[in-house]
């Protein structure tokens, strides 16, 4: 496709809106190269991915991709046996957790479901868990190694701080004892790598060592003392040793890292190629797009088609077609009218279609393949080679008659015009007539009512117009096939308030042949209308009736479904009376029975009054019964809750305690022990508070916890590199294996960074029912990049 047209019909600017949706570099530079394709398997491919896409995120919600990067360096460097640092293998290990995340989000959730073009995709990735877990296990952050990454390290940074410790308690018995009084200040400070005690000029001769340094007035010396000079050259050593096997560390894992090249290559060809995909989906859905069916018969037939860069709630939609009946459309009208914006919408959709994109049209629109389009749009103008409109717009048309053939599609925007009119209109009918006797398919607007009889006048050649409201003043945007359009020149300017004299004199300009042409489409769009305005009453009439229809067919459906339910519940009432009824009788039979034998009118009396009783007890209960079902149930209001109340979801049956404010809708979330439920405002009942133990009680019950596994619980996570949500989702399970394990409290390595990951961990340990506090690491213990959680005992 050549490169002029898809500037001229901002193709673009389509790539460079659906280079945002790309969540990945590697994704969007895919995007930025995607052209137009002439194949039409390619097509049809490209068109089911993206359909099989937009279905996806209507299921599943989008998915992101934003951990894919380009591993072309890495892998270089891994096939030669290169060590990667401690950043570019946490890079591996974040693009690995992507992988498996956007694996688990291609699975098919029930047996039951298709699979569709990305399944295979899906299929093909390979999270390699195992290797990113051990990169995760090894290494801490960009500039740190865990100390577990290997036995040798545990035991050289033990080295490092058993003879630090040795250091400080001998410098502090100094410090603090003999040569205090030698001392600037009473501190143990650093010169170098080596520990030193700060000794006023006068008595370096007091203090036994080797000078680093001294302060800037030459009043203090800071002096390493004999007695810890060893033990500092024996830190130094340890430190050079801890930097040789943190090499061995990386080393290892970078060996272990390109044992997988092919896996790790195929996952960012697959993972590139579904952001791709997936960006595609994400422009339709925000066009409001469908996928067009193509054929190779070079017809269009594209329905309620709107321009793509056009607000969607204000572009008017419009039915264009060609290729079957007729191959060329002639579109007339007066300016302002859409006749450009068609010409673009028609060549822009083509060329979308064609990159495997979702077209803003209706269901089932169909497009052709082209192998070439080509396009005379806008003012053509060139000052520095020194061409008119005119002549710029020939120089194009020119090309264009040189080069298209039958499969290509020719877009002209007012051709002929910028010259004498009669020798405009004669050179465009005479340019169209060339394409129409090559079977071209082609578009064109035009002013000249030469070719609007043209159009009439030749087979296959079909007159359309942009309708025109001449009341308003204002386009409507409509396309209208087969009417040839008015330029409406002299009742445009009647309305504007040009004399009425000035109009007639210029209607007597007009020869008799084009007044009676005009006045005949006068009529023509005078009946147009009428009959327009006629099919749309007519469609409102029918719509109306069929709405009528649909509510009588629903009234009847409730009487039929009352009257059975009414049937079955008084037969069920009257098989009830008739039971009661019998037992009645039975009763008063044996009562009479036993009177016959001789028994006193007392106990028969007391007989009557039971039966009277059971009659009002029963009756009593149906009062009871029905006053229970009327009475209403109070709901509560936003203003009657707040975080930490406990309440009841009344449709599960399940109790909680409200984690989230309700949204304007009145949802909201409830922590159901180490579940979060979604519930509704108006669907919870507040029950008696809680405090957190007796809460966990009553999760856990009374049944004895299956401790075996305590041991193997850590009392430390590692959250460095997730985002937010899966962060938070890693937390929850951890906290909960751990408060169940009995341990007392827990570390949660978070990082420093820009603190959203520390603020999203604090958040839920404020919900956490079984958390009694938490604070940051102090000094030693990781500082502000660690939170310290003690849980209820």
Do not use: W
């Not at 291609?106 to 877990?133: C, H, M, Q």
């Not at 006797?437 to 117009?465: C, D, F």
């Not at 958390?771 to 939170?787: I, N, Q, R």
């Amino acid at each position: 496709m050549n490169e002029k047209v898809l500037h001229v019909l901002e193709y673009d600017k389509i790539i460079d809106e659906l280079t945002k949706h790309a969540t990945s570099e590697p994704g969007r530079k895919l995007c930025k190269e995607l052209l137009p394709s002439s194949d039409k398997r390619e097509i049809d491919r490209n068109l089911k991915k993206t359909d099989a896409a937009i279905s996806r995120i209507f299921k599943k919600g989008s998915v992101s991709f934003g951990s894919n990067r380009d591993l072309t360096g890495y892998l270089r460097a891994l096939k030669i046996e290169s060590s990667l640092d401690a950043a570019q293998l946490l890079n591996i290990a974040s693009f690995l957790d992507n992988v498996g995340r956007v694996k688990a989000y291609g699975r098919n959730d029930k047996e039951e479901d298709v699979r569709d073009v990305l399944s295979d995709f899906f299929d093909g990735l390979e999270p390699l868990t195992p290797v990113a877990t051990e990169i995760r296990r090894c290494i801490i952050s960009e500039e740190e190694i865990a100390s577990d990454a290997s036995p040798a390290l545990r035991s050289i940074r033990r080295d490092i701080q058993i003879t630090g410790d040795r250091i400080h308690e001998q410098l502090v018995k100094m410090v603090n004892g003999s040569l205090r009084t030698y001392l600037q200040e009473a501190v143990i400070t650093m010169r170098g790598d080596r520990y030193c005690i700060p000794v006023k000029a006068e008595y370096k001769n007091q203090v036994n060592g080797i000078v680093h340094d001294q302060s800037s007035t030459g009043s203090t010396l800071f002096i390493e003392p004999a007695v810890v000079v060893e033990m500092n050259n024996k830190i130094r050593e340890l430190v050079a040793k801890e930097k040789a096997e943190i090499e061995v560390i990386l080393s290892n894992l970078s060996a272990e890292v390109g044992s997988y090249l092919t896996a790790l290559s195929d996952n960012s060809k697959i993972m590139t190629e579904l952001d791709f995909v997936f960006a595609k989906a994400q422009l339709a859905l925000e066009q409001n797009a469908t996928i067009p069916v193509f054929n190779e018969n070079r017809y269009f037939n594209i329905i309620k088609g709107r321009h793509p860069l056009l607000d969607k709630k204000k572009a008017v939609p419009i039915d264009v077609y060609a290729g079957k009946e007729f191959d060329m459309i002639i579109i007339t009208g007066p300016n302002t009218g859409g006749k450009t914006v068609t010409l673009k919408t028609v060549g822009l959709l083509t060329l979308m279609g064609q990159a495997g994109l979702a077209i803003p049209a209706g269901d089932r629109s169909e497009l052709a393949v082209f192998k070439e389009v080509y396009a005379d749009i806008g003012d053509e103008q060139s000052i520095e080679q020194s061409l008119s409109t005119f002549s710029s717009h020939m120089t194009n048309t020119v090309h264009i008659l040189e080069n298209a053939d039958e499969d290509s599609l020719c877009l002209f925007d007012e051709l002929g015009a910028g010259t004498d009119p009669t020798e405009g209109a004669a050179l465009a009918i005479s340019i169209l007539n060339n394409l129409h006797e090559r079977g071209i398919r082609t578009m064109a607007t035009t002013h000249y009512s030469e070719l609007k009889v043209y159009a009439l006048t030749t087979e296959g050649i079909q007159n359309a117009s942009c309708e025109f409201d001449v009341e308003s003043l204002r386009p409507t945007y409509r396309l209208l096939i087969g009417v040839p359009g008015k330029s409406n020149a002299f009742a445009i300017s009647k309305r504007l308030g040009l004399s009425q004299d000035i109009i007639d004199a210029a209607g007597e300009q007009i020869s008799q042949e084009n007044r009676k042409f005009e006045d005949l489409l006068t009529d023509l769009e005078t009946s147009r209308i009428t009959i327009e305005n006629e099919r749309l009453e007519i469609e409102n009439y029918k719509k109306e009736i069929e709405k009528l229809k649909e509510e009588l067919t629903k009234k009847q459906d409730k009487l039929d479904e009352s009257r059975e339910r009414i049937l079955r519940e008084a037969n069920e009432e009257a098989r009830q009376m008739l039971q009661e009824a019998k037992d009645t009788v039975d009763e008063m039979i044996r009562t009479v029975r036993k009177a016959e034998a001789g028994i006193p009118m007392r106990d028969l009396e007391e007989a009557r009054q039971s039966l009277n009783k059971k009659i009002s007890d029963k009756n009593q209960k149906l009062q009871m019964k029905n006053k229970k079902d009327s009475a209403p149930r109070k709901t509560l209001k936003p203003s009657q809750i707040k975080l930490g109340d406990s309440v009841r979801i009344i449709s599960m049956g399940l109790k909680g305690t409200i984690s989230s404010k309700p949204d304007k809708d009145g949802n909201l979330m409830v922590q159901c022990g180490i579940m979060k439920s979604r519930a509704n405002i108006n669907d919870l009942e507040l029950i008696k508070e809680e405090n957190g133990k007796e809460q966990m009680k009553k999760f856990y019950g009374n049944h004895k916890m299956d401790l075996s596994k305590a041991s193997h619980i850590k009392t430390e996570i590692n959250l460095i590199g997730l985002n937010s949500q899966d962060a938070i989702a890693e937390l929850d399970k951890y906290l909960d294996s751990a408060y169940v394990s009995h341990l007392p409290s827990v570390r949660v390595v978070h990082g420093k960074g820009s603190g959203i990951l520390r603020q999203a961990v604090h958040n839920h340990l404020k919900s956490a029912p079984y958390v009694k506090s938490f604070k940051l690491g102090e000094f030693g213990e990781g500082d502000s990049g660690v939170t310290i959680v003690t849980f209820i005992k």
